[in-house]
């Protein structure tokens, strides 16, 4: 049922990504071209890959759904964090053409012109819808865990500022400086080339298996703790595979208790933190005898 309700959340948090930035798209440009504003043209075609992100992100979404397999015995939520990877090589290469064109304008003789107020009024008009649709696709892929769909709401934020970027930019060139049209094409180049990074760095840390929060550290321990026999947590590791983990972890237990007693507590244990850690999906439990000191990192036999 869990799986069936995150996959709801997940197409729609894309949906919600694809209609807003199709009508971004359309009117970003109509009105840039109409206006004569560079810097809304831009935008336009930043939005126009809204929607291939977006797409992007919810493909790898569905390939993290897939169950566990022969090949992939941990399951395929890595599709994830690798989705969010192929956003940030889109977002870098919007950022070069952004960059490229607003440098050719500004250093190399490029045709400057002052936007009508119409691109004011249309930059208003993102400012609101993006926020909307950042907040709810962010809001959505953290209740299922999604880095793919929180990469894309990222995103999606980053528009955010360039809205503003764009109103303020009309306003002053309406006041006379038109070269800052240019200027703020630039600006959103830098915020969206700042933004993959951001994204791309969160995304390796998932691949690559990043110490995960003391506060999930901590919850795994006690959930431990918690099962009846158990007098000691240590070496808990938690390996990121996506929107889940899986995490092995050592227990201390009475040294006089039978092989079939301690079995039985180990299973305790990993039922408890599957069921009460939110994202965990899968645990290893080794039991160790309590007061029996030993590195953990060299053979028992040593």
């Known amino acids: ?65 897939k169950p566990a397999d022969a090949e992939h015995p941990l399951g395929h939520g890595r599709a994830e964090a690798i989705s969010g990877l192929v956003i940030v090589i889109f977002l870098c290469l919007v950022s070069f ?31 609101i819808i993006n926020l909307l649709i950042s ?26 500022f360039n809205s503003l970027a764009i109103l303020i930019g009309v306003i002053v060139a309406n006041l006379g400086y038109p070269i800052i049209d240019p200027v703020v094409g630039l600006i959103i180049g830098v915020i969206i080339l700042y933004t993959a990074f951001k994204v791309g760095r969160d995304n390796i840390n998932n691949i690559m298996g990043k110490v995960p929060s003391e506060e999930l550290i901590q919850e ?28 092995t972890l050592h227990v201390s237990l009475d040294p006089d208790l039978s092989l079939n007693e301690a079995h039985k507590i180990a299973h305790l244990v990993q ?14 439990c080794h039991t160790c005898p309590l007061g029996l000191e030993y590195d953990h990192e060299q053979p028992i036999d040593e």
Do not use: C
Request: aromatic share 6%; net charge negative; charged share 15%.
């Open 220 to 247: 795994i321990h006690d959930t431990a703790e918690s099962v009846p026999g158990v007098y000691g947590v240590h070496d808990i590791r938690v390996n990121y595979l996506g929107a889940y983990a899986t995490a």
């Open 97 to 127: 053409e952004i960059l490229r064109s607003a440098i050719i304008k500004l250093f190399f003789g490029g045709e400057i012109t002052t936007p009508t107020l119409l691109a004011a009024g249309m930059a208003i008009v993102g400012l």
């Open 1 to 65: 049922m869990a799986n069936i309700l995150r996959h709801k959340e997940g197409r729609k948090a894309v949906f919600i990504a694809i209609i807003g930035n199709v009508f971004l798209t359309i009117f970003n440009i109509l009105v840039g071209v109409n206006s004569g504003s560079f810097a809304l043209i831009t935008e336009g075609a930043h939005t126009l890959s809204d929607v291939a992100t977006s797409i992007i992100a919810f493909l790898g979404f569905e390939v993290g759904q």
């Open 271 to 284: 039922n408890k933190v599957d069921d009460k850690v939110d994202l965990i999906e899968g645990v290893t």
């Open 135 to 160: 907040h709810q696709i962010i809001k959505i892929g953290t209740s299922i865990n999604s880095p793919g769909i929180v990469a894309d709401g990222h995103h999606q934020r980053t528009d955010l």
